[in-house]
Every structure is written in C-alpha cells, then in structure tokens.
C-alpha cells in the first residue's frame, strides 16, 4: 500500500468515525439494507461469494454526501442478511485512479480475488482518461492494485467504464459500458486467456445496432448473464426519452434477452425490458452462488434534479443498496424475489387468513420497517389501495389493469408517480424499511423501487377497496 492510499483510507475511516453519533441517529436510516457508514453511495460492485463468504463492494465518497473521487466500500456476509463492514478495499491513489476508482466486477481464478475496475481521471485542460484496472487479494480483505490492463480502444469517447468479467468455454471474457465517438451508446466485449492481457472483440449491442434505433448516448454498467440457456445483456443506458409509462427515470436499467455467439462477437436480441418500475433503481449487477442462484443488488437511487434535497443529506449521508433477489426467467421475463435468506429477519408474525374487504379499510400499525405480503383469493376485480406512512401509495385499478406507485418529491413537494401493466393483481410483495419501499407484485412479475421520507411518528399503513386477502407481516427492525 502506497503512502498515499493508507493516507485516504485514514482519512475517510475518521471521517465516519467523527459522524458516526448523527448517522446512527437519522430517523431515515434503515435497518436491513447496505448504505454508507457517513458520505455518499451508488452502484454496487465487485459482487461474489469467495472462500464461503459473500462480498459486495460499492462506489462510496465518504467526504461528502454528493459525488466526488470514488473508493471502494466493502460489506462481508455469510448469509446475505448480517453484514460486517470491513477496510476500504480500493481508495483514488494512483495516478490512473486519482479521480475515482469506478465500477467493476469481482472473479476468484488461482485462489485469488481479482478485483476489475475503471480508473478515472481528469485533466487540468478538462479532458479525461480511463483505464481498466486489476486489483488482486488472497483473504477478500487486503488488495495489491497491478493498475492498467484495458487502455481505450479507438473509436469511444472517454465514456468508457464499468468492466464485467465472466469465464466461459476456458476463456475470460469482459464486457464494458462505452459511448462511440458519434455519441452512441454501446457494450465493448474483450477476451482474455490470463486476465491481464485483453483482445478487443468489438461492440456486441448498443444505440443503433440488432434492430435498435436511438437507444441512449451513453451504456453504463452492462452485465452478460446466462438464465435458462438464454444470455442476457442487463445494461443501464442514459438518454432515452420517456414513452407514455416508460422511461421515467432520469436514466434507465433493463436488459435484452438473446443469444450471444462468442465466435463472432454477435448478440441478436429482442426488446429492452425495465427491470424497475419505481423511482430509485440503477446500476445493477449480479452474480453467482455457489447453488446456482442468480442474485442481484442495485443502487437504490438516482442522480437526479432531487437527489440534492433528500433530507439524510444534513446527516452527512446519502442513498442505499436494494435488497438482494434472485432473479429467474420465465417465457424471456425476468422475476425478481428477495432471497430466501431474508426470512432470518422475521420477528412478530401478525397473520389474518380471510380479509373481506368491502369498500372499508384496514390499518396496520407499527410499519417502519416490516415485511408485508397480501395474498388475494381471487384476482382482484375492484380497486384496491395500500397506504404508505401517508407519504406514498400503491393503486390497482382493475378496468385499466395498471398498478400505480406515488409518493411526494421532497423538491417540488407534489406527489409524482410510477405505472405499470399487468393482466391480473394476485399478489403483492413489500418490504419497507424507514425510508425505502420495495414492492414485487405477483411473485417478482414487475417491482416498484422507490426511497420515501414520511413524518418519523407515522408509522401505519392503511389497505382499501374491494377484495378477499391473507395478510402476513413481519417487524423487521
């Protein structure tokens, strides 16, 4: 470690030791869910289960709760549900670095951890550079950075960033968000038989390529996965216009599903499908365990006109990670389900078996931080309403099939809204958490997303309309 590095890492452990008392004390600091100790997060990183424990890393300035020179955070688990913060595991020292260690990924090969990554830096003339970086540790805890091993092939701006890396057929593979130099959008795919030397493959999707028009100015984060035989480009692309309930976010995340032919470098797919429907879903990434699972965990956030005014910001902190979830495929969907192992946090089951709801109400109390699942007997054919903490709720109307997420924006204070379609309202799914919302409805079919921030005193949440439920909850604070 350089003297440099062990200066910032100091540097930010004493920095989130001196806000350690007014982080803990935010009554908008939630109580399952990965965030930064004091300072600012985005996208996680580095995902993997290595030598039986899990690891995720994430982007994190710990100066500032806004956007600055990225390290890397680090939580360990052995069961997805308790996590241990650990050192920082990757800090802006060097000089292909100096302005941020972006996102990347995490492999085991040789009993190691290597660590991929882009390293960032800005120029006094206003230009930047960018570098794939390696990092390598033998415990999980410790990296010895071996810098550069991706340099900017010809042909991008230096929007290039974001390294995920696979091994298929005793081949390493990376694939990297880029934009062209005409502006476009794109995911660069590289091969290697060492990890550190890498051969260019080309652009395998993007704006304007396999039947795309104008798909965004910019791919972040692109993720190459495999569900039931069929490959998957999850990608974040910045600059799609919104389309009626669609693209409603600042920027986007989704994914193509196709066939990736790694002979010629060729991914024919159909259309890019949301992954979230809610406000507060980016960047994410997945990995695998050791059963086969697919899990994923995202930003749950945005930079967008009102990040600025979140209210953890007088806290000295800012955003979170979503809860992990399994995703599966079905008929080239995919469902997101929290994991299994988010049981664990059960406490206080309240259950009610038969629920007749004829036009009346039900409240329930003490919401801050719960697990609450509605089972319908049948598909519901009235309306029916779910009240957050009088600060957000859930609609379902029946004649339009659109289910409808609102909550207030705390810059304009008016209520804005998420909408989505389905055929049928059978289930739904809620996990809240101080100040987040995650709902999955019929089984992971389509999730809402969202971060809130109602009176700390209320706590109820209040179910309406016309319909036959089971209710279950749990207090999962």
Not at 97 to 107: F, L, Q, R, V
Not at 435 to 464: H, M
Request: net charge negative; hydrophobic share 35%; glycine share 8%.
């Amino acid at each position: 470690m350089t003297d440099r590095e062990s200066l910032l890492m100091k540097q930010a452990f004493e920095k989130a030791l001196k806000n350690k008392a007014i982080v803990e004390k935010d009554p908008y600091r939630l109580s399952y869910h990965l965030m930064p100790p004091v300072g600012f997060l985005n996208d996680p990183n580095g995902l993997i289960k290595y030598q039986g424990v899990y690891h995720v890393f994430y982007q994190w300035n710990p100066f500032a709760a806004t956007h600055g020179a990225k390290f890397w955070g680090h939580y360990t688990s052995v069961d997805l549900v308790h996590w241990r913060e650990e050192p920082i595991a990757l800090a802006p020292s060097e000089w292909y670095e100096k302005d941020g260690c972006y996102s990347g990924s995490a492999i085991e090969a040789g009993g190691k951890l290597h660590l991929f990554y882009t390293g960032n830096v800005k120029h006094e003339d206003g230009t930047r550079g960018t570098y794939q970086c390696l990092a390598l540790s033998t415990d999980g805890i410790y990296f010895e950075k071996k810098g550069p091993i991706v340099r900017l092939p010809d042909g991008y701006t230096t929007h290039f960033r974001d390294p995920k890396v696979w091994r298929k057929n005793d081949r390493w593979y990376m694939i990297v968000g880029a934009q062209t130099l005409a502006g476009e959008g794109r995911a660069v795919l590289f091969t290697s038989v060492d990890l550190t030397h890498w051969e260019e493959l080309g652009a395998v999707a993007g704006s304007g390529m396999n039947g795309l028009g104008d798909f965004g100015y910019m791919w972040e984060c692109p993720d190459l996965i495999t569900l039931n035989d069929r490959d998957l480009l999850l990608v974040s692309p910045q600059g799609l216009e919104p389309d009626g309930h669609f693209y409603r976010n600042l920027y986007q995340s989704g994914y193509f599903v196709g066939q990736l032919d790694y002979e010629t470098a060729r991914f024919r797919h159909g259309a890019f499908t949301e992954l979230d429907r809610g406000f507060d879903f980016y960047a994410p990434q997945t990995f695998t365990d050791e059963s086969g699972r697919r899990i994923l965990f995202a930003w749950m956030g945005m930079t967008d006109d009102s990040e600025p005014y979140q209210p953890t910001i007088a806290n000295n902190w800012l955003h979170a990670l979503t809860i992990p979830r399994e995703l599966q495929l079905q008929n080239d969907k995919i469902y997101q389900k929290p994991v299994a192992e988010l049981r664990k946090l059960r406490k206080k089951e309240v259950r009610m078996d038969h629920v007749a709801l004829e036009g009346d109400q039900l409240s329930l109390k003490d919401m801050h931080s719960a697990e609450l699942i509605l089972d319908f007997a049948e598909p519901v054919v009235g309306g029916f309403e779910v009240y957050f903490r009088r600060e957000a709720f859930l609609t379902y109307d029946p004649g339009s099939k659109e289910v409808r997420l609102q909550r207030r924006n705390v810059r304009t204070n008016r209520m804005e809204e998420r909408v989505c379609s389905i055929d049928s309202l059978t289930k739904l799914h809620i996990f809240l958490d101080h100040s987040s919302l995650e709902i999955f409805v019929n089984d992971g079919q389509q999730v809402f997303t969202a971060r809130y921030f109602p009176d700390p005193a209320e706590s109820g949440v209040i179910l309406a309309g016309r319909a036959e439920l089971g209710v279950k909850m749990w207090d999962l604070g």
